[in-house]
């Protein structure tokens, strides 16, 4: 059996409602699924971005889509087993037109 790889849609950067923002979590947010579980959650609704541990212990994340879009993937960050996120740094950035993915990145 064959599969063949799911086409991505291209956003459309003229859409107002698309954001960008910039996450520093802190808590236990390493080892526990927390870049798989961003990374799945945003690819699966199209969103651009990137996910990546930091050496103090926390996670930097950087999401691009609509509001309920970033929610959608807090909630499933926060609904997690294992994840437990003490505190989180958030800051509006400018949209990444040339981002075409989400990736999870290494130190």
Known sequence: MFFR???????????????????????????????YTAAMTAESLNMTGWVRNEYDGS????LQGTQAEIDEVLKSLNKSRYIRIERTECREMPLDEHETSFSTEWY
């Open 5 to 35: 790889k799911k086409e991505k849609a291209v956003r459309d950067f003229s859409d107002k409602n698309l954001i960008r923002r910039h996450y520093q979590f802190y808590g236990i947010v390493q080892g526990v699924g927390f870049r």
């Open 59 to 62: 996670v930097t994340m950087e």
